[in-house]
């Protein structure tokens, strides 16, 4: 009896150790698409990883060009530049605050930034507003076409922290098309200011695409959300992310500033069909500048200047996948992580809608093969990728560093997403 007992256990125990590998059970196909955008010539490198819940690898793999990244282990420790991905971390961050009494999302972004409080609109030339000039192109209509010079009027609204978390704010990239706007954008190289008071110097100066509130544009409205944070709690992002989030959790491999031996992969940029390193400047969002990753930087910008490994922002993930909580402390209320994936805006598109700049997709998404519905998804700017799926309790990421994918490379994440998926839904039958 003690010896069948003891076979049950062992058993038992196995099962365990190897269940969070279910999901996948043909990690062969998997490798193959790793290596297929590398070989292809779409990818410098390409890493892939799917975590449980308990941070256990369900699957991982990675390849190189070693041509081109001959100095680089591309593993869960390599360090990322992550872009957009900081996002979610600042509203996190912001609902945390929110929280603690420390600010209000219906706060006026004033009562942090009363340098905001006369913020201009820019209008096109016969008063259009200009976030819906994109959806014009190709009218007759070629006044409205060519909306510069700009109108400058006074905003008729109040602009509010909520706004800011869903890009409603009116706040942009220089990508809207719009040369006298981008231009004027790209004049202030934002990125190269040297602390927060000097960014918010240089965004008094720029007019917001629209009256706040109208309708939402993405764009630096996370980056104010930063600046508010900081202002409402009296630290800086880099702190407070320290203090609140990496610190309480036991989390490694998140943060702004590069540590004395952080090694950043290179820039590459696609942009001309083969890969090759990119162009300074080339990264030209903000302007001709990037955020600053040295130990020196004092600039933390909430929407786009955050580093992180695979296993440093999977375990950020996984916070948001068990409600506001990991490695025994709780960051946030269980309400407020459900407010984040919420929805909130895009309630009209056919893919899904936006929670609190977090992506959650449709069944259209499962349809063509791409995952499943009510997948919280999200990316950065340099090809990152991360998905959270709440119905199976794991996160996955998919991470390289290409600005401007070729064209053998679009798709990338669709089919590596979609290859995971067609293997769960067959075990699932």
């Not at 942009?271 to 903000?286: K, V």
Request: net charge negative; proline share 3%.
């Amino acid at each position: 009896m003690k010896n069948t007992l003891f076979l049950l256990l062992i058993l038992f125990s196995f099962y365990s150790c190897n269940n969070k590998e279910s999901l996948i059970y043909d990690s062969n196909s998997l490798d193959s698409l790793v290596s297929k955008y590398v070989d292809n010539g779409s990818q410098a490198l390409l890493l892939v990883r799917l975590e449980d819940r308990n941070g256990n690898t369900i699957y991982q793999n990675s390849d190189k060009d070693n041509d081109l990244v001959p100095n680089h282990d591309i593993n869960e420790n390599t360090w990322f530049r992550i872009w957009s991905m900081s996002k979610i971390v600042t509203i996190s961050l912001t609902m945390d605050l929110v929280e603690d009494g420390l600010l209000s999302l219906n706060d006026p972004v004033s009562k942090y930034i009363p340098e905001f409080s006369n913020l201009k609109v820019a209008l096109s030339n016969n008063d259009q507003a200009l976030t819906g000039y994109g959806q014009t192109l190709g009218n007759d209509n070629l006044e409205l076409q060519n909306p510069c010079p700009l109108k400058l009027v006074e905003s008729n609204s109040e602009m509010t922290v909520l706004q800011l978390i869903n890009h409603e704010a009116g706040f942009y990239y220089s990508t809207t098309g719009i040369d006298c706007l981008d231009n004027a954008l790209d004049s202030k190289n934002l990125a190269a200011a040297k602390n927060s008071n000097e960014l918010i110097q240089k965004l008094s100066e720029l007019p917001l695409i629209d009256h706040p509130g109208n309708k939402d544009f993405y764009g630096l409205n996370t980056t104010v959300l930063g600046l508010v944070n900081e202002i409402a709690s009296g630290e800086s992002l880099d702190n407070l992310v320290k203090n609140r989030i990496t610190g309480p959790m036991n989390i490694n491999g998140l943060q702004y500033n590069k540590n004395s031996d952080t090694q950043l992969l290179p820039v590459f940029s696609g942009i001309d069909s083969i890969i090759r390193l990119a162009n300074e400047g080339e990264l030209d969002i903000m302007g001709s500048y990037v955020p600053g990753y040295g130990s020196g930087n004092k600039l933390f910008m909430g929407g786009e200047g955050m580093i992180g490994t695979a296993d440093g922002y999977s375990d950020f993930l996984r916070m948001l996948l068990n409600h506001g909580e990991l490695n025994g402390h709780r960051f946030l209320n269980e309400s407020s992580v459900k407010e984040i994936y919420a929805p909130h805006t895009q309630l009209d598109n056919e893919y899904g809608y936006n929670g609190y700049n977090l992506w959650v997709t449709s069944d259209l998404n499962k349809e063509k093969g791409y995952g499943d519905e009510g997948l919280w998804t999200g990316g950065g700017y340099e090809g990152t990728h991360f998905w959270i799926d709440p119905k199976r309790d794991f996160v996955g990421l998919i991470m390289t560093q290409m600005f401007e994918t070729p064209k053998a490379g679009h798709g990338r994440d669709n089919e590596i997403r979609g290859e995971v998926y067609k293997q769960i839904f067959k075990l699932e039958e």
